[in-house]
């Protein structure tokens, strides 16, 4: 078939359906998150899920396998800390159909809370990995990876990193495989994992990676390219692109598609063959510290960092001294940039009233409302990772309680968020009698990742209506008394419900209940919300140039600093009528509605 | 790697300069070019600031252009230029819109949108100034603009002899072809200059 430009996100999409996946379920994450999105478009022939969560997404997963399809799981790298239990177990007990789990990394942090190397969850858990530098390497290993999940057995983790992902190359397509579901036979010795069990699979699993190892020596997964002899570079992923692009042919290369296990044998005879060998790995030295392990000498960490993204410049001053000219000029005086709550984001107006209750800690989560603990709102103590905002306040209630610490804990947590993990975490606020205040920011949708369904949305990945978790009576049935649901944009509607939540001596819950301003409404959204309609508008001569308004960190707003006005934009403007209820002298109206 | 180009486009999330990016990749792909391409999704799409990268040549290995590298440099808001001007090479070009957005310290009057940086980029390297939000209002559409400054990349690039008519038709909205073509005359005039 043709050739088409792909991220390696379509391309692993693209991979899956030409492979003969049949299933496949994910949770959303950047930078993974189109995976799953372009594999939901093969409608006919792939059933594509989110789940609300990564764990529950590789069991779906894994069940499918032991049922005999090829399937596929997708996630962002800490994802895969959420999968990890099912993960290690499915590493003993290996596969039926073949099983892919994709790990997208995020070397940098462009959109992540940390900085995890994934390629050890391979070495952990014991399983195969591959790594995709390019589009076309992103399509093709994803039936190679399936092919040795089935031939040795196991799970195959699939890395990917941020340039990959996102990054677009040339990919040549072809047609879908069909692939015959394999039929599903019962067998306790291998999916029982209890410890009888379990002690002899274990065998079995280093037996696998035995054979793997001579699997990765030989196959062309991973493969030499000679050119100068003086210099000899090892590399994987994307770091592959940077060391080429940096060196040329003034190196030989053994590129690395195969990472787990190591390719030993092909690796020391590589090392023999050349002068000074470089080990070019982005993050950690997973790679460098195997070959250093093994005896064979080689450079890597020593000059490259293992803090950041990597790009040629770093390669190229690292290991070659060279620096790029660059023009030179002051980039101090820039104001940053920072990522906002948009104009009419219904988390604006929780988030205002929130900033001005005095003596509590706010334990936050992940996703759009986290911008909410940004200048000028700040209203936000902790972000760690997702449902934490829940179990977290309630530690730190406890510990305020026994210090006879006035100090209330008020967790905040979205939609998608709380169907994800945050309702464990009240399941044990609930069972030992907390009396944390947990505000669930339901917007309708999973925001941050770009508008993903979710169970309380109304609709499944690949469009089927279904059944919509009705949060508060969700939480009234876990044994929450005190539940109530208000409108965000209602600034004393919010007020009055933190006051008498903070008067109740057991646990809350307060849902506010308002879709992002940038979701598509359906029509039961229509229903229920209507449009917004109209504008703001700030009557100049009323506008006693207080910032009030400004103080809601709305990007319509704009102070003009010369006449001590405030301006909303027009264009920007939503019509939420934050602003309005703010301003002391009613200068902001409505107009054209 | 002499022979790959590099072109940076710059601006604040939701300019379209993804759909330039595509519109760009598309036409350089036809021609026979290797084409790879960056961009960061995610925080980027509130508010943030955001890149979009292409190179291009006969063979291309890193998706990503390093600092001092770029060739053009497209930047859709003012401040945005100076924010990514170290990655334009000091023997390149910078197209830069007349077009500011405030970000979010200058909305609240923390900090102030900074003067003069039209003249600073003008003292380090080649420039061209478009008023590509007027080019595109005086047409008749304003969300045209990406369009407008996509044309005079072209001829900024000199990548005239490619059919990008056809490729924009192919790309965008149903019934906007028309007048993201005249866009696109529009700026590959402005770019003249
Ligand atoms: C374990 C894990 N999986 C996925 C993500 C990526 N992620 C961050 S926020 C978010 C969605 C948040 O949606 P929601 O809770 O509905 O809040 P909103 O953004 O809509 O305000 C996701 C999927 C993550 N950070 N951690």
């Given at each position: 078939m043709?050739?088409?430009?792909?991220?390696?996100?379509?391309?692993?999409?693209?991979?899956?359906?030409?492979?003969?996946?049949?299933?496949?379920?994910?949770?959303p994450?950047?930078?993974?998150?189109?995976?799953?999105?372009?594999?939901?478009?093969?409608?006919?022939?792939?059933?594509?899920?989110?789940?609300?969560?990564?764990?529950?997404?590789?069991?779906?997963?894994?069940?499918?396998?032991?049922?005999?399809?090829?399937?596929?799981?997708?996630?962002?790298?800490?994802?895969?800390?959420?999968?990890?239990?099912p993960?290690?177990?499915?590493?003993?007990?290996?596969?039926?159909?073949?099983?892919?789990?994709?790990?997208?990394?995020?070397?940098?942090?462009?959109?992540s809370?940390?900085?995890?190397?994934?390629?050890?969850?391979?070495?952990?858990?014991?399983?195969?990995?591959?790594?995709?530098?390019?589009?076309?390497?992103?399509?093709?290993?994803?039936?190679?990876?399936?092919?040795?999940?089935?031939?040795?057995?196991?799970?195959?983790?699939?890395?990917?990193?941020?340039?990959?992902?996102?990054?677009?190359s040339?990919?040549?397509?072809?047609?879908?495989?069909?692939?015959?579901?394999?039929?599903?036979?019962?067998?306790l010795?291998?999916?029982?994992?209890?410890?009888?069990?379990s002690?002899?699979?274990?065998?079995?699993?280093?037996?696998?990676?035995?054979?793997?190892?001579?699997?990765?020596?030989?196959?062309?997964?991973?493969?030499?390219?000679?050119k100068?002899?003086?210099?000899?570079?090892?590399?994987?992923?994307?770091?592959?692109?940077?060391?080429?692009e940096?060196?040329?042919?003034?190196?030989?290369?053994?590129?690395?598609?195969?990472?787990n296990?190591?390719?030993?044998?092909?690796?020391?005879?590589f090392?023999?063959?050349?002068?000074?060998?470089?080990?070019?790995?982005?993050?950690?030295?997973?790679?460098?510290?195997?070959?250093?392990?093994a005896?064979?000498?080689?450079?890597?960490?020593?000059?490259?960092?293992?803090?950041?993204?990597?790009?040629?410049?770093?390669?190229?001053?690292?290991?070659?001294?060279?620096?790029?000219?660059?023009?030179?000029?002051?980039?101090?005086?820039?104001?940053?940039?920072?990522?906002?709550?948009?104009?009419?984001?219904?988390?604006?107006?929780?988030?205002?009233?929130?900033?001005?209750?005095?003596?509590?800690?706010?334990?936050?989560?992940?996703?759009?409302?986290?911008?909410?603990g940004?200048d000028?709102?700040?209203?936000?103590?902790?972000?760690?990772?997702?449902?934490?905002?829940?179990?977290?306040?309630?530690?730190?209630?406890?510990?305020?309680?026994?210090?006879?610490?006035?100090?209330?804990?008020?967790?905040?947590?979205?939609?998608?968020?709380?169907?994800?993990?945050?309702?464990?975490?009240?399941?044990?606020?609930?069972?030992?009698?907390?009396?944390?205040?947990?505000?669930?920011?339901?917007?309708?949708?999973?925001?941050?990742?770009?508008?993903?369904?979710?169970?309380g949305?109304g609709?499944?990945?690949?469009?089927v209506?279904?059944?919509?978790?009705?949060i508060?009576?969700?939480?009234?049935?876990?044994?929450?008394?005190?539940?109530?649901?208000?409108?965000?944009?209602?600034?004393?509607?919010?007020?009055?419900?933190?006051?008498?939540?903070?008067?109740?001596?057991?646990?809350?819950?307060?849902?506010?209940?308002?879709?992002?301003?940038?979701?598509?409404?359906?029509?039961?959204?229509?229903?229920?919300?209507?449009?917004?309609?109209?504008?703001?508008?700030?009557a100049?001569?009323?506008?006693?140039?207080?910032?009030?308004?400004?103080?809601?960190?709305?990007p319509a707003l704009?102070?003009?600093?010369?006449?001590?006005?405030?301006?909303?934009?027009?264009?920007?403007?939503?019509?939420?009528?934050?602003?309005?209820?703010?301003?002391?002298?009613?200068?902001?109206?409505?107009?054209?509605? | 790697?002499?022979?790959?180009?590099?072109?940076?486009?710059?601006?604040?999330?939701?300019?379209?300069?993804?759909?330039?990016?595509?519109i760009?990749?598309?036409?350089?792909?036809?021609?026979?070019?290797?084409?790879?391409m960056?961009?960061?999704?995610?925080?980027?799409?509130?508010?943030g600031?955001?890149?979009?990268?292409?190179?291009?040549?006969?063979?291309?290995?890193?998706?990503?252009?390093?600092?001092?590298?770029?060739?053009?440099l497209?930047?859709?808001e003012?401040?945005?230029?100076?924010?990514?001007?170290?990655?334009?090479?000091?023997?390149g070009?910078?197209?830069?819109?007349?077009?500011?957005?405030?970000?979010a310290?200058?909305?609240t009057?923390?900090?102030?949108?900074?003067?003069?940086?039209?003249?600073?980029?003008?003292?380090?390297?080649?420039t061209?100034?478009?008023k590509?939000?007027?080019?595109?209002?005086?047409?008749?559409n304003?969300?045209?603009?990406?369009?407008?400054?996509?044309?005079?990349?072209?001829?900024?690039?000199?990548l005239?002899?490619?059919?990008?008519?056809?490729?924009i038709?192919?790309?965008?909205?149903?019934?906007?072809?028309?007048?993201?073509?005249?866009?696109?005359?529009?700026?590959?005039?402005?770019?003249?200059?």
């Amino acid at each position: 078939m043709g050739r088409t430009l792909l991220t390696g996100n379509e391309a692993v999409a693209r991979g899956a359906y030409e492979a003969g996946v049949t299933y496949a379920a994910a949770y959303p994450g950047t930078p993974s998150t189109e995976i799953m999105e372009n594999i939901a478009m093969y409608k006919g022939d792939i059933l594509a899920e989110w789940a609300p969560n990564e764990k529950v997404a590789l069991e779906c997963v894994i069940g499918a396998s032991l049922a005999g399809a090829r399937v596929m799981a997708t996630m962002k790298m800490v994802g895969v800390n959420v999968a990890a239990d099912p993960l290690f177990c499915a590493a003993y007990a290996g596969v039926n159909g073949g099983l892919v789990l994709v790990s997208a990394d995020d070397p940098g942090l462009h959109s992540s809370q940390n900085e995890q190397d994934n390629r050890y969850y391979a070495k952990f858990a014991k399983i195969a990995m591959v790594e995709p530098s390019d589009s076309q390497e992103a399509k093709d290993m994803v039936l190679a990876a399936l092919e040795i999940s089935e031939e040795y057995d196991m799970p195959v983790l699939f890395r990917m990193t941020t340039r990959v992902c996102h990054g677009k190359s040339l990919v040549e397509t072809s047609e879908r495989r069909q692939v015959e579901p394999k039929p599903y036979v019962k067998n306790l010795q291998k999916y029982d994992l209890i410890p009888a069990v379990s002690r002899k699979l274990r065998v079995g699993l280093e037996e696998k990676l035995k054979q793997l190892e001579e699997f990765s020596n030989n196959t062309n997964l991973n493969f030499i390219e000679w050119k100068d002899k003086r210099i000899g570079v090892i590399s994987s992923g994307v770091a592959y692109q940077y060391a080429r692009e940096v060196f040329g042919d003034q190196a030989s290369y053994l590129k690395l598609g195969f990472t787990n296990p190591l390719p030993l044998d092909k690796i020391k005879a590589f090392a023999k063959e050349v002068g000074t060998l470089y080990v070019v790995e982005e993050l950690e030295p997973f790679i460098e510290e195997q070959i250093k392990a093994a005896g064979i000498a080689c450079l890597g960490k020593e000059k490259i960092p293992n803090i950041g993204e990597l790009a040629p410049a770093i390669v190229a001053k690292a290991l070659r001294g060279e620096k790029r000219s660059t023009i030179d000029y002051d980039q101090a005086s820039i104001p940053n940039r920072p990522p906002t709550l948009c104009a009419g984001c219904p988390h604006r107006g929780f988030f205002y009233e929130l900033s001005k209750l005095k003596n509590i800690m706010v334990t936050g989560d992940i996703g759009c409302y986290g911008l909410g603990g940004s200048d000028p709102l700040n209203a936000k103590d902790t972000s760690y990772d997702m449902g934490a905002s829940i179990s977290m306040g309630y530690g730190a209630q406890r510990v305020f309680e026994r210090s006879s610490s006035n100090l209330r804990t008020i967790s905040t947590i979205g939609d998608s968020t709380f169907f994800h993990t945050g309702i464990n975490s009240l399941l044990h606020v609930i069972y030992n009698g907390g009396k944390t205040i947990t505000c669930i920011l339901d917007n309708r949708i999973t925001g941050m990742t770009g508008h993903q369904e979710n169970p309380g949305s109304g609709f499944t990945l690949q469009g089927v209506p279904t059944k919509i978790v009705d949060i508060g009576e969700l939480v009234r049935v876990l044994g929450i008394n005190h539940v109530r649901t208000v409108n965000p944009l209602k600034l004393n509607e919010v007020r009055e419900a933190f006051t008498w939540a903070l008067e109740l001596d057991e646990a809350s819950v307060i849902i506010t209940r308002w879709p992002c301003v940038l979701k598509k409404l359906s029509s039961d959204d229509r229903k229920e919300f209507g449009d917004y309609l109209g504008k703001c508008a700030v009557a100049e001569e009323v506008c006693i140039g207080c910032k009030m308004c400004i103080k809601t960190g709305c990007p319509a707003l704009r102070f003009n600093k010369e006449i001590k006005k405030v301006k909303i934009d027009e264009t920007q403007c939503a019509g939420c009528e934050v602003c309005l209820q703010v301003c002391p002298v009613k200068a902001i109206r409505k107009v054209g509605e | 790697m002499p022979d790959v180009k590099n072109i940076l486009l710059v601006g604040v999330g939701g300019q379209g300069t993804i759909l330039v990016g595509k519109i760009l990749s598309n036409g350089l792909m036809s021609a026979g070019f290797d084409v790879k391409m960056s961009e960061v999704h995610g925080m980027a799409q509130r508010g943030g600031s955001v890149s979009n990268q292409v190179r291009y040549g006969k063979k291309v290995f890193s998706p990503i252009i390093d600092k001092g590298q770029a060739d053009i440099l497209v930047s859709f808001e003012t401040m945005e230029a100076l924010r990514w001007l170290e990655y334009l090479s000091p023997k390149g070009k910078a197209v830069v819109n007349d077009y500011r957005i405030p970000s979010a310290p200058i909305l609240t009057g923390k900090s102030d949108y900074p003067e003069g940086i039209l003249a600073v980029i003008k003292s380090k390297v080649a420039t061209t100034v478009i008023k590509a939000a007027e080019i595109a209002q005086n047409i008749g559409n304003p969300r045209t603009m990406n369009i407008v400054l996509f044309g005079a990349l072209v001829r900024g690039m000199e990548l005239t002899d490619i059919e990008w008519e056809k490729v924009i038709a192919g790309i965008v909205k149903a019934g906007t072809a028309e007048i993201n073509i005249e866009a696109f005359r529009a700026g590959m005039k402005a770019g003249e200059i």
